[in-house]
C-alpha cells in the first residue's frame, strides 16, 4: 500500500473535524434552554445566573465563546462538566475503554454470525435454509435496537438468568460475561446488515469466470469459497461493515442505558438532560474521531483487498 494514498485519507479527515467542531458548537447552544439556570436550579437568582453565565463565559458573543474553546482543545483541555465539577477528558478516559470494548466485542460478534450465515444463505439459494436466514435477519432489521436489547434482557437476563442484566465486570472474561447481552444487541443489528449484502456479493462472484475456472481445475468447493468467492465479496462488505461499526458506536448510546453500562453513550445521555456543555462538546468530538478512524481503517483494508482504489 503506497504511503501517498495513507496521507491522502488522513489529510481528508482535517476538513471533517473542523466542521465537525464548528457544528458541534453551534448545534450545542441551539439547545433549548439555559444551561447556567438549569445548572443552578430554578430557585437560583437572576443576579447568581448572570454570574454562572460569566464563569462559563456564555455572556461572549459566540465567536469569542468559539475561539475560547477552539484555544483550549488545541492544549488537550475539553473543559469542565459543570455537574460533576470533574475534567472531560478525565470523564472520557474513565468511560471511552468501556464503549470500545462494547463496539468492538459487538463488531466480532456481528461478523461471525454474518459471514458463515451469509456463505449457506448463498450455497443453499432459494432453498428453506436461505429463506429461514434471510426472514430471520429481516426481522432483526425491522425492530429498533432498544426492543431487542429489552427482550433480551427480560428473556435471558430476568427470567432465564443466564447473563447479568447489568454492569461491567472486572476481569476480561468478566466483561465479556456482562457485554455479551449488549453486545448481542448491537451485533444482531450489524449481522442483519451484512447477511443480506455479502449474500448478494457471494452470489454475483460465484458466476465469474475464474471461479468457473478454479471449480473446472477439481478445486473443493470448500477451497473455492475461502480462497477465491470470499475474498472478493467481502470488498463491498468491508465498506458497509465501516459504515456501520459507525452507526454501532452511535447505538451503543441506547444499549448503554438499557444494561445500566458506565460507558460513554449514557454519559451522553446524563450530559444532554442535564444541559453539560462541555461534556457534550466534548463527547461529540470523541465520537465523530473516532467515526474518522473507524472509516480510515475501511479504506486501508479495502484498498489491501482491491488495490485498484489507491488509483481511484
Known sequence: MRASYVLKRLLQ??????????????????????????ILGDRATPEIVARKKRE??????????????????????????TSLKVPVLRLVGERLPVTLFLSVYASILGVVMAVPLAILAAVRRNTWVDGVIRGLFQIGLSL???????????????????????????????????????????????????????????????????????RSKGLRTRVVLSRHVLRNALISTITLLGLNIGALIGGAVITESVFAIPGVGRLMIDAIFGRDYPVIQGLTLVFAVLVSLVFLMTDLVHARLDPRVEHA
Do not use: C, M
Not at 20 to 33: E, Q, T, Y
Open 144 to 214: 429498533p435496537v432498544f426492543y431487542v436489547a429489552l427482550q433480551l434482557l427480560t428473556l435471558l437476563g430476568a427470567k432465564l438468568q443466564w447473563f447479568p442484566i447489568g454492569g461491567y465486570g472486572d476481569s476480561f472474561g468478566d466483561r465479556l460475561y456482562h457485554l455479551f447481552l449488549p453486545a448481542l444487541t448491537l451485533g444482531f443489528n450489524l449481522a442483519a446488515i451484512l447477511v443480506r449484502t455479502l449474500r448478494n456479493s457471494i452470489l454475483e462472484v460465484l458466476t465469474a469466470e475464474y471461479v468457473e475456472f478454479a
Open 13 to 38: 479527515i482535517i476538513p471533517t473535524f473542523i466542521a465537525v467542531l464548528i457544528l458541534v458548537f453551534l448545534l450545542v447552544r441551539l439547545l433549548p434552554g439555559d444551561p447556567a439556570s438549569a
Open 56 to 81: 462559563l463565559g456564555l455572556d461572549q458573543p459566540l465567536v469569542v465563546q468559539f475561539w475560547i474553546f477552539v484555544q483550549h482543545l488545541v492544549r488537550g483541555d475539553l473543559g469542565e462538566s
